[in-house]
């Protein structure tokens, strides 16, 4: 039980194949209780009601300031403390440079980097009081590689700005002992990548992947679990590659 009495916000884990799903499904196991935060009100209650009880779902747009306050402070109306807070949320589009429109860029950045910003932002007064708390934020390998597998570049340039944003606050929080890190997960099976490859483009990929094969959401699920716990407490401001060795 690595998360026992811990509070654990959770966005974009309303999805059924989702890593957010997945992270919520182990962060409970491991004893936590749960706030699954995402786009649309029944599905994050149903999804928080099937982890058991005493987790909680609620509807808020990453990207929006005031529904993000008042998700955060229905949470802490409800528990009185945040333990951890995993910045899952995210979209992505197959696009090319030349076919970004201004809409698609600002939709891409906007529910990551600034639904990264903003919910940092709601959480932090109260991991500040309680002297801890612990980040964990999605980037991508398409961060690191320059995209190439599923995201436009708009999605590459959200997600590298996740990096710089997480180490950011991680140099100006580590002294109130909030740590910030980073998750750079490689090709992954979910909703998001199915549908995007064919066949041939997959196989591709793959070769170029040490351990020959896509990763699934309980991998990146794990590496979240150990960020969030205690046993990863010396750590902050860390890239956690969660690729089967795509960058090697
Ligand atoms: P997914 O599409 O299965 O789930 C994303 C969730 O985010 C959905 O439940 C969706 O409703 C929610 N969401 C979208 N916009 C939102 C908003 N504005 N406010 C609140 N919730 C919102 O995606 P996934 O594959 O599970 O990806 C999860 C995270 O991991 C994303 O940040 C993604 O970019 C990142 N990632 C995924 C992969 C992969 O291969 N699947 C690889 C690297 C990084």
């Known amino acids: 039980m690595l998360l026992e009495g811990k509070i654990a916000i959770i966005t974009g884990a309303a999805s059924q194949r989702g890593i957010g799903r997945a992270m ?4 409970a196991h491991h004893g936590a209780r749960v706030v699954i935060l995402d786009l649309d009100e029944k599905a994050a209650r149903d999804a928080a009601e099937d982890l058991g009880s005493d987790h909680l779902g609620l509807a808020a747009n990453v990207a929006d300031a005031a529904q993000v306050s008042r998700a955060v402070e229905a949470v802490i109306q409800r ?8 910045n899952n949320a995210g979209i992505t589009q197959p696009l090319k440079t030349l076919e970004i429109r201004g809409s698609d860029y ?3 950045l906007d529910v990551s980097l600034r639904g990264t910003l903003l919910m940092s932002q709601a959480v932090i007064p109260t991991m500040r009081a309680q002297k801890s708390g612990s ?4 980037s991508s390998v398409s961060a690191q590689r320059g ?3 599923f995201g436009g570049p708009h999605y590459s340039a959200a997600k590298a700005g996740v990096l710089g944003l ?8 580590g002294p109130d002992n909030i740590r910030v890190n980073s998750l750079t997960p490689g090709l992954i099976h979910t909703d998001i990548t199915g549908g995007l490859l064919s066949d041939e483009r997959l196989n591709g990929i793959l070769a170029g992947i040490p351990l020959g094969r896509m990763g699934n959401a309980q991998e990146v699920a794990d590496a979240a679990l150990f960020l969030a716990s205690d046993l990863s407490t010396y ?14």
């Open 24 to 27: 919520a499904r182990t962060f």
């Open 79 to 86: 528990y009185g403390r945040i333990d951890a807070l995993v």
């Open 106 to 108: 600002d939709k891409v």
């Open 135 to 138: 980040i964990v934020c999605l």
């Open 147 to 149: 995209g190439g597998i």
């Open 166 to 173: 997480a180490r950011a606050m991680a140099r100006e929080l």
């Open 235 to 248: 750590l902050t401001g860390i890239t956690l590659d969660v690729n089967g060795g795509m960058l090697i």
